[in-house]
């Protein structure tokens, strides 16, 4: 295991498209986090799974947002019609256990909505 | 409302000197404050954690100071190296409530060689 994989790394679209985005955690580790992050800001954070369980949303996280971790192991987040403000890194991490342990992030996916 | 504030933006630091990032929190209820270091093109990885029991927790060139009182900590890097040209985020949680992590806007550090 190498770590938090996401896929696609970047990905251009257009305003009004759906994107989605796909994150592998680290096999053993129970949490998986969505957050993103804009230039020159930190990580903010979007939601939070425990093993398929979503547990928390974020405001940020409009109707147009959806993540599943459908047999708690991998993540989606989609993004339905997509406007330009969405422009951002989506970063996924994941840990291991209770409470806001050690969190391993991936390398992001970097979307451009033009 | 910014649970974490987190200075200066950027700094630049002269090769072996000491860089020192300061954060602040308003949330009394945080009480575990790590500090994460993100290079270009990757996502944040943990650099050092502390919990408010202790005042300092050292790890080779990197400290954490903290005042509980003053609902402030610090990241010290000593002897700065080039190879610590980095963005740093310092963030907080809640352990005892299970919450997420908040992370402040990140500092800009560049070490010249």
């Known amino acids: 295991d190498t770590g938090v994989s996401q896929d696609p790394r970047h990905k251009i679209t257009k305003r009004g498209q759906n994107v989605t985005f796909r994150c592998d955690p680290i096999s053993e580790h129970n949490r998986l986090y969505w957050y993103r992050q804009t230039l020159g800001q930190g990580p903010e954070f979007l939601t939070y799974?425990?093993?398929?369980?979503?547990?928390?949303k974020s405001r940020l996280l409009s109707d147009r947002f959806s993540a599943e971790r459908p047999k708690g192991s991998f993540s989606t987040l989609e993004i339905q019609r997509t406007e330009q403000g969405d422009s951002a890194m989506y970063l996924c991490a994941s840990s291991f256990g209770a409470g806001a342990n050690v969190l391993t992030f991936g390398a992001g996916s970097r979307l451009t909505v033009l | 409302q910014q649970q974490v504030k987190q200075s200066p933006q950027s700094l630049i630091v002269q090769k072996g000197g000491i860089s020192i990032i300061n954060c602040a929190y308003e949330n009394t209820a945080f009480d575990y404050f790590p500090w994460y270091q993100q290079f270009p093109g990757k996502g944040p990885a943990l650099l050092i954690a502390i919990r408010p029991d202790v005042s300092e927790k050292k790890e080779g060139r990197f400290t954490i100071s903290f005042n509980k009182s003053a609902k402030q900590f610090s990241l010290h890097i000593m002897d700065s190296q080039p190879g610590d040209s980095a963005t740093y985020f310092c963030a907080a949680s809640s352990e005892n409530r299970d919450d997420k992590i908040i992370f402040g806007k990140g500092t800009r550090l560049h070490i010249l060689p």
């Open positions: 799974f425990q093993n398929e369980a979503q547990l928390e």
